[in-house]
């Protein structure tokens, strides 16, 4: 319905801005991620969704149309709500939730606030597809980044250090640093344990 608004920026916070736009102020919630892209000019368009329910029209911004993409998706998902996807906007960037998706990485999808495990699955099932085909990923680097973190995950293994932990140790790194090698994971890994 709506698919775009640009005008004036009236008020500006980390969840939600007021554009003025032919004199009517929008209010749109946003995520942290288009919070921080949002520009220090007055003059600004945002991408957004209106999410229509019985008791509620909420309008929701987006800095760009891939991360309003992703929220569609997002929604799409049973058990995942417009809340839950702004959440994991804020948490994740849009690189860092396709490639969490395309690779089937379900500790990633877990570490938002709000999603368990049986949501996470949920997530991974109904979108891996769809991100793939959507979003140009690059399946080499993730068999390449995953080969990568079984290694540096068995070094640090016969170094005495848990492996569950180890792991949540190395999907961060691996979401900054997304194609590091062996050793500098184990290196970054080593500083982080």
Known sequence: MITHIRGKLVEKNPTYVV????????????????????????AILLYTHLSIK???????????????EIFKLLISVSGVGPSIARTMLSSMTTDEIQQAIG????????????????????????????ILKTFIIDEVSFAESNTNKNEALSALEVLGFNKKHSEKV???????????SVEVLIKKALKNL
Do not use: C, M
């Not at 999907?171 to 590091?180: A, H, M, V």
């Open 170 to 180: 190395l999907d961060k790194i691996l979401l900054e640093y997304k194609t590091s």
């Open 54 to 68: 019985e008791d509620s029209h909420t309008l929701y911004g987006f800095i760009s149309k891939t991360e309003r």
């Open 103 to 130: 690779s089937g990485n379900v500790g990633a999808i877990q570490s938002v606030k709000g999603i368990g495990a049986k949501t996470a699955q949920r997530v991974l099932l109904d979108l891996k597809d769809k």
């Open 19 to 42: 554009i003025e736009a032919n004199g009517i102020g929008y209010w749109l919630n946003i995520s942290l991620n288009t919070f921080s892209l949002l520009p220090d000019n007055e």
